[in-house]
């Protein structure tokens, strides 16, 4: 055998099997570039929503914390209304006897009204004042109200 022979052979054969194989990979190139480019829009979408995500817990972070100092500062005027209620009630049952508180006068009333106005809600305010305003008899004899007349059947 030639070596001209055997040589185009190999040569041709080389050729032809570079030729597919430049082929094949030029289709991968152009598969990797499409999946590269459908992988870079998801990409951003992921980001702009990991975005709108963050945004999102940051503004309920915010909110949480602003009713946080909401809730504790209404505790703490809670808490202080409850001291000066005790306070007021340690001073008013050492100067009165404990029948004696049910009959005060107006002055006493006026003054815990003035004073149940900076802690008490107004429904709380008047059940205050319906207690020292009511008969001998006390808050606990008075006819029920609506609210409270519910019986079960």
């Avoid at 499409?34 to 975005?51: F, G, M, P, R």
């Avoid at 209620?85 to 009204?113: C, E, F, G, W, Y």
């Avoid at 003035?114 to 006819?143: H, I, T």
Wanted: include cysteine; glycine fraction near 2%; aromatic fraction near 4%.
């Amino acid at each position: 055998a030639c070596w001209c022979q055997t040589n185009d052979k190999e040569k041709t054969k080389a050729i032809a099997t570079a030729e597919a194989r430049i082929s094949d990979l030029t289709t991968k190139i152009e598969d990797y570039t499409a999946s590269s480019a459908q992988l870079n829009t998801e990409i951003k979408n992921l980001e702009k929503e990991v975005a709108e995500n963050q945004a999102s817990l940051d503004q309920a972070t915010a909110l949480r914390q602003k009713e946080l100092a909401e809730f504790n500062a209404e505790e703490k005027e809670s808490l202080e209304a409850i001291s000066a209620l005790k306070a007021a009630i340690t001073v008013l049952s050492k100067h009165n006897s404990p029948s004696s508180l049910l009959q005060l006068d107006q002055r006493s009333v006026a003054s815990i009204k003035s004073a149940s106005k900076k802690v008490l809600s107004a429904e709380q305010q008047r059940s205050v004042l319906a207690y020292l305003k009511a008969p001998s008899g006390g808050f606990m004899d008075a006819a029920p109200t609506f609210k409270q007349s519910y019986a079960p059947q």
